[in-house]
């Protein structure tokens, strides 16, 4: 019994340690060109094969970690095998453990997998009924955990209509903060503020912003005013940034810009949106090099991110070969940290921001 509590306090601690300091840290919020060296790592073929080698020997550091306590516990080498059986054994019944626990704390989504008989979130009767918070964030949290398969990218327009759907039903501000957990409170705030923009106005939706502290909900506040006034006016780029944009100071400006360039590179007819926006515009994914300054940085960072929005975009290299032509080495860096938070969103292990 000793050795059974020994081995699963073990097995916490290492995948506490490699998720918390090897993937959040690396992954979530290291310096934009580690992101960006790991995305290219990922990309590459060699590459994929050396990481999926390592995840196989941190199993087998862990058996072998197990194998000693009980070599060490037993005082007797004599029995390994009995060791090895005794490890895998305590895995399996750790794994099955674990199981019980992750679907008894996300009982809306397990709801949903079951209603729709289904183990992968890519499924039409899975999207068509994730409307809610909880099951939203369960979802994603089991996809991280690889508990079930499919792509969370295609879900950033539920995330989106969540969000209007609160300022429609006039839920104050303030308490959607509270309502959207923090893993898609950016998707629930882009919502209401171009919800609040298309019903009440753009000076309205600038106000709400700017009543949020500096900091990632007001970027993602500002990002989507960016998106809004693009929206309702017949502006180019350029005019929008002249005209809108440049009323606003560092953090703000960027974010604004950046809703901007969201809003222009989607291309086609404008009618996933048609719900809850008057939008039925036709846009063009423009060449970024017609643009100068900053304007290029900006333009090569939405083309990142949109070449990767769904499920079935484009293969990472492709977009990644795309980024590489941009002029500067400042373009091909955001523009490739775009695409890569696109697959961290499909995984479930990054928030959805625009």
């Given at each position: 019994?000793?050795?059974?509590f ?8 290492i995948?506490?340690?490699i998720?918390k300091?090897v993937v959040?840290k690396f992954w979530h919020?290291?310096p ?11 990309s590459?073929p060699?590459a ?8 196989v ?5 862990e ?13 007797s080498?004599?029995?390994?095998g ?6 895998l054994v305590l895995n399996?019944?750790?794994?099955f453990?674990?199981?019980i626990?992750?679907m ?5 989504a397990?709801s949903?997998?079951v209603q ?12 068509e ?5 909880p ?13 079930v ?7 950033a ?6 969000g209007?759907d609160?300022?429609t ?7 959607l903060l509270?309502?959207?957990?923090p893993l ?8 209401y503020?171009?919800?609040?923009a298309y019903?009440k106005g753009?000076?309205q939706a600038?106000?709400?912003?700017h009543?949020?502290e ?6 993602g506040c ?8 693009l929206?309702?006016?017949d ?16 953090t703000?400006?960027?974010a604004c810009?950046?809703?901007?360039f969201?809003?222009?590179?989607k291309?086609g007819t404008?009618t996933?949106h ?8 036709i846009?063009?994914?423009?060449d ?8 290029i940085t ?9 070449r990767?929005?769904?499920?079935d975009?484009?293969p990472l290299q492709t ?11 400042e373009a091909?860096?955001?523009c ?7 697959i961290l969103?499909?995984r479930g292990?990054?928030?959805?921001i625009?």
């Open positions: 019994m000793q050795f059974f020994v081995n699963i306090l073990i097995t916490l601690v995948e506490i340690l998720n300091y959040r919020e290291g934009s060109d580690e992101r960006v060296l790991f995305a290219n790592l990922v590459n060699i994929q094969i050396i990481y999926r080698l390592f995840k020997n941190l199993w087998v550091m058996l072998g970690v197990v194998v000693f306590e009980t070599v060490w516990f037993t005082r080498w004599k029995n390994i009995r060791a090895f059986i005794t490890s399996i019944v750790s794994v453990v674990g199981f626990v992750i008894s704390t996300h009982t809306e397990v949903l997998l729709c008989k289904t183990i992968s979130i890519n499924t039409s009767c899975i999207i009924h994730a409307t809610t918070a099951a939203l964030v369960q979802l994603a949290e089991l996809r991280a955990m690889n508990f398969f499919g792509d969370f990218r295609n879900y327009l539920n995330l989106h209509h969540l209007a609160y300022f039903a006039r839920v104050p501000f303030n308490e509270t309502q959207c957990p898609i409170k950016d998707g629930c705030v882009h919502g503020v171009m919800q609040l019903e753009i000076d600038k106000n709400q912003c009543a949020l500096i900091g990632r909900l007001r970027f500002m990002h989507a005013l960016g998106h809004s006034y929206e309702q006016n502006f180019s780029v350029q005019d929008a940034e002249k005209n809108f944009c440049r009323g606003f100071t560092d703000d400006y960027r810009v950046s809703g901007l969201h809003e222009y590179t291309g404008r996933d048609s719900k809850y926006y008057h939008t039925h515009k846009y063009i994914a423009p970024c090099n017609i643009f100068t300054g900053d304007m900006y333009c090569y960072a939405a083309q990142g991110s949109f990767q929005y769904y499920s975009a484009e977009t990644y070969d795309f980024c590489d032509t941009a002029p500067t080495r091909i860096l955001v490739k940290e775009s695409a890569y938070e696109r969103i499909s292990r990054a928030v959805i625009k």
